[in-house]
């Protein structure tokens, strides 16, 4: 029953390694988005999708890809990790690419970088 | 983009208390939310509010849109009140933008 679902909910992994976090919703949205937020509890939006096309892209090293092989889908898979890259991540879903849409957030993933 | 500050920063009550949280936002906006983030780290939606009033039991929540301004309101708190309350604002292509959030503890 869980709307926007995030899949590990942990993640503990070296420096240098690849790592994926998945994200469903049921909602029947057609908007997703990756929010990362630091240890200052700040909120940040990293990327956002449309029915399967990239419409936000904020300043966010290479390193991070975003893929949605569908609009219910949005995965972040991050390469070469580093230490600044310990956070939560939040996935988070809407209706509509117009602004007016409610956003609905998973429950995060905390990425913990040794 | 826009900007969105929170005040107060930090918020100590006793269990009973009534509180106010402000948010301010540089811009208009099509979109304002209220978060409340729990102990376990959970976002959850309070109020999504670009204008007027809205009540949900003991907290309700207003926004002046015109004065780019919005206020949450909890009354009679409760312990399982404490966490961080964020409000997100949202214009034009932009994602929705934070602030930085209150940090409310609500004392037995």
């Known amino acids: 029953d869980t709307a926007v679902s995030q899949t590990p909910k942990y993640l503990v992994t070296q420096m240098g390694n690849d790592k994926s976090i998945k994200c469903e919703q049921n909602l029947g949205h057609d908007t997703m988005y990756w929010y990362k937020q630091d240890s200052k509890k700040f909120l940040k939006i990293m990327f956002s999708y449309n029915n399967k096309e990239l419409i936000i892209n904020e300043t966010v090293p290479n390193r991070f890809s975003p893929k949605s092989p569908d609009k219910a889908h949005l995965n972040l898979h991050i390469n070469s990790l580093e230490l600044g890259d310990s956070a939560v991540y939040f996935c988070?879903?809407?209706?509509?690419?117009?602004?007016?849409?409610?956003?609905?957030f998973g429950e995060g993933s905390r990425l913990t970088v040794l | 983009g826009i900007q969105v500050e929170q005040s107060p920063p930090d918020l100590i009550l006793q269990e009973g208390a009534n509180s106010t949280l402000r948010c301010n936002f540089s811009d208009s906006v099509n979109n304002l939310q209220w978060f409340h983030q729990n102990p376990w780290g959970q976002l959850i939606n309070l109020f999504y509010?670009?204008?007027g009033t809205k009540q949900n039991g003991r907290l309700s929540a207003t926004t002046v849109a015109t004065e780019r301004y919005s206020l949450l309101y909890i009354s009679s708190s409760q312990t399982t009140d404490s966490g961080v309350y964020f409000c997100?604002?949202?214009?034009?292509?932009?994602?929705?933008?934070f602030g930085k959030g209150t940090h409310l503890i609500i004392q037995p």
């Open positions: 997100a604002a949202r214009r034009g292509a932009d994602g929705l933008t």
């Open positions: 988070a879903s809407s209706q509509g690419r117009g602004n007016t849409g409610e956003l609905f």
């Open positions: 509010i670009p204008s």
